[in-house]
């Protein structure tokens, strides 16, 4: 499923005068404002058009009010053997044509990204673990949260 199945409200509803794939950004909050259940469970590829995984959870910094992470899924069979991931959200790419996410990795890279398992989730305010997840990804922590 993708945002616009899990949108009950009806606030990415295109009007009978939008053109083209996507929200329409004249009506309603998207792609630039996007409810969080909503991009829950949206699949995720990368640049060679590969699926990568799904968004499985949305960390905010409840300190700052950003929001630091997408916890995605790669792996296993029904959820037996999944391997969990902290994507940093600057590395996401909202593709409102396909109605997906884009990470910029290769999928035998993201074998060798550090992940977790269901059962045990990092301390993802912990400032050396959040640097490694950035540096992993290339991206760099909000320029407001001082503590990564």
Not at 50 to 65: F, Y
């Amino acid at each position: 499923m993708n945002y616009e199945d899990r949108d009950t409200f009806g606030m990415y509803k295109k009007s009978p005068k939008a053109k083209g794939p996507g929200p329409n950004t004249r009506h309603g909050p998207g792609p630039e404002m996007m409810g969080a259940g909503t991009l829950v469970g949206n699949d995720v590829y990368n640049q060679e058009d590969e699926s990568v995984g799904d968004i499985k959870e949305i960390m905010l910094d409840m300190r700052s009010g950003n929001v630091s992470y997408a916890v995605m899924s790669f792996g296993g069979f029904l959820g037996m053997g999944e391997k969990l991931f902290a994507v940093p959200w600057k590395a996401l790419k909202l593709d409102t044509g396909k109605k997906r996410f884009v990470l910029n990795v290769e999928k035998d890279r993201l074998k060798d990204a550090p992940g977790f398992d269901k059962e045990h989730w990092p301390n993802m305010a912990d400032q050396t673990w959040a640097k490694t997840i950035h540096s992993y990804y290339g991206t760099k922590p909000n320029a407001q949260d001082a503590r990564a």
